[in-house]
């Protein structure tokens, strides 16, 4: 059982920071990558930012030079440092983990986190 437990949202002003994190706990063989979706009030979900495991990162075009995603092995922690938000960046935002779930797994498994709502308003 793997579960992800989110924090850091919150409402800011146009132009403010907030941090997300993300703690996974339970058993995954090999993790491939951690990262971020959100969901626009009425939008599809999408990618917001990701780390594999082999430390490359991938961005929205969106969020790129303003959001910065990063991870702590140690604590199996994902974060997402969000800075000069804009209105448009408010949504809900969702952790997620890519990994095979045993050695012989020949496909990932997707793992989310419950969701934490970022306001972004003046």
């Known amino acids: 059982q793997v579960q992800l437990a989110e924090s850091g949202g919150g409402s800011v002003q146009p132009g403010g920071s907030l941090r997300l994190s993300c703690a996974a706990s339970?058993?995954?063989?090999?993790?491939?990558?951690m990262g971020w979706y959100r969901q626009p009030p009425g939008k599809e979900r999408e990618l917001v930012a990701q780390i594999t495991a082999g430390h490359s990162t991938n961005y929205a075009d969106s969020v790129k030079g303003r959001f910065t995603v990063s991870r702590d092995n140690a604590k199996n922690t994902v974060y997402l440092q969000m800075n000069n938000l804009r209105p448009e960046d408010t949504a809900v935002y969702y952790c997620?983990?890519?990994?095979?779930?045993?050695?012989?797994?020949?496909?990932?498994?997707?793992?989310w986190g419950q969701g934490t709502q970022v306001t972004v308003s003046s």
């Open positions: 997620n983990v890519r990994g095979y779930p045993a050695y012989n797994s020949r496909t990932f498994d997707d793992y």
């Open positions: 339970g058993n995954i063989f090999a993790t491939v990558a």
